[in-house]
């Protein structure tokens, strides 16, 4: 029996690119080869963010449907998702998908997301659903579920997926996270307060105290390589000045935004959390310096 055009889901996919030009375009066609055992109407909307390697050149002339969002420069991964993310909930969709432009999905990715939310609606759960993502090489996870766990050390564990089930979880990484009209309705966008990192962590937490759920699908739902240490923050091979200068700049752990997230979510002890990366920093640079 064949549906009406009003009946099918209405799903925007936002995406945010920077000079992956070639990633960009995979993950792009990895979005155009999906399977789909339910129909499903997909709108794009990409931010480029000034690329300089041809990116939104070579979306236009691939993709010409893509809405395709000229960036100011300086947005990185939060505050230009939340420029697409924006510009989509004018269009009230059914369902908003966050996908990395360096994660190539297999071709029955949407399938099992949106089976997986289907299944618990019927259960009446309205809730986030997010997908894991393993290393094409290794086969081990990079991206997904995450717990917090202990009430005064508070940890963040990653949630292996299992093959045939679902599991709750409490908030997620942005990789691949599909989320319902309801839960939009209710939490808005992305907070901006969070230039790169750590604003997908709070939505599923927000999400989470405002009586929703996440789900973490069952299996993986493509690849994606996890990030390097080298040339970060984290590379105890750098000199302590370039550690330092890495730490504090937008994709790293600037400290107003990182004590934000530690004072939300972190517990009675966010203050020790808040100061960690930096003490850690100084200590280890100024040790190897010996």
Excluded at 13 to 35: A, E, G, H, K
Excluded at 45 to 70: C, F, N, Q, R
Excluded at 143 to 158: A, F, M, S, T
Excluded at 190 to 200: M, R
């Amino acid at each position: 029996m064949l549906r009406s055009a009003e009946t099918i889901p209405r799903i925007a996919i936002l995406m945010t690119c920077y000079n992956r030009r070639v990633s960009t375009l995979q993950c792009l066609n990895s979005v155009y080869s999906q399977s789909q055992r339910e129909p499903r109407s997909l709108t794009l909307y990409i931010v480029d963010d000034k690329s300089k390697d041809g990116t939104a050149e070579a979306i236009k002339a691939e993709y010409p449907e893509v809405k395709l969002i000229a960036g100011t420069g300086d947005l990185y991964w939060n505050r230009g998702m939340h420029v697409a993310f924006e510009e989509a909930m004018k269009e009230d969709f059914d369902y908003y998908l966050w996908l990395n432009d360096d994660t190539l999905l297999y071709p029955n990715a949407f399938d099992t997301m949106f089976e997986t939310m289907h299944g618990l609606q019927k259960e009446g759960i309205i809730s986030i659903v997010t997908g894991a993502t393993c290393d094409p090489e290794s086969g081990k996870m990079t991206y997904g579920g995450i717990n917090l766990v202990g009430k005064l050390r508070r940890e963040l564990v990653w949630i292996d997926p299992m093959q045939d089930m679902s599991q709750a979880c409490d908030t997620m990484n942005g990789n691949c996270t599909l989320i319902p009209r309801a839960v939009v309705q209710k939490l808005g966008n992305l907070d901006p307060a969070f230039h790169h990192s750590f604003g997908d962590m709070d939505y599923g937490f927000r999400a989470n105290r405002a009586g929703y759920k996440v789900y973490l699908a069952p299996g993986f739902i493509g690849t994606c390589r996890g990030n390097s240490k080298a040339g970060t923050w984290r590379d105890e091979t750098a000199p302590l000045s370039v550690r330092w200068r890495n730490l504090n700049s937008a994709k790293g752990s600037p400290f107003s935004q990182w004590s934000l997230y530690c004072r939300r979510y972190l517990g009675p002890l966010w203050p020790l959390y808040a100061v960690s990366p930096y003490v850690k920093t100084l200590a280890s640079g100024l040790l190897k310096s010996r």
